[in-house]
Nanobody
Framework: QVQLVESGGGSVQAGGSLRVSCDGSAITFSWFVMGWFRQAPGKEREIVAGISPSGGTFYTDSVKGRFTVSRDNAKSTVYLQMDSLKPADTAVYYC?????????????????WGQGTQVTVSS
């Protein structure tokens, strides 16, 4: 099972910022769409953002204008910069990889996953 490795996350007050990173060196990183998902307690895993190999991006409506996804193919790393955080953003955040050119919205389309990192936003 190929593993991606997330880092970052933590606890922050509402309105603050955090950045999570994902190391994709276990895969041919530049060939893959990279997605960020999150799962809050009692809720389904949902896509937050994604970035294609060419740099095309997708954001779910609730994070548009607040979150930014980026990738550094030379470092095999994808980032999720989260600004203006809200308590509703509290969740475990996962990165995932999909072999393709278009960002899939559904978790089942992704081939590899990280272990997740906790993001907690307090009011």
């Amino acid at each position: 099972q190929v593993q991606l490795v997330e880092s970052g996350g933590g606890s922050v007050q509402a309105g603050g910022s955090l950045r999570v990173s994902c190391d994709g060196s276990a895969i041919t990183f530049s060939w893959f769409v990279m997605g960020w998902f999150r799962q809050a307690p009692g809720k389904e895993r949902e896509i937050v953002a994604g970035i294609s190999p060419s740099g095309g991006t997708f954001y779910t409506d609730s994070v548009k204008g607040r979150f930014t996804v980026s990738r550094d193919n030379a470092k095999s790393t994808v980032y999720l910069q989260m600004d203006s955080l809200k308590p509703a953003d509290t969740a475990v955040y996962y990165c995932a990889a999909h072999f393709g050119t278009v960002v899939p919205k559904h978790a089942a389309a992704y081939d590899s996953w990280g272990q997740g990192t906790q993001v907690t936003v307090s009011s």
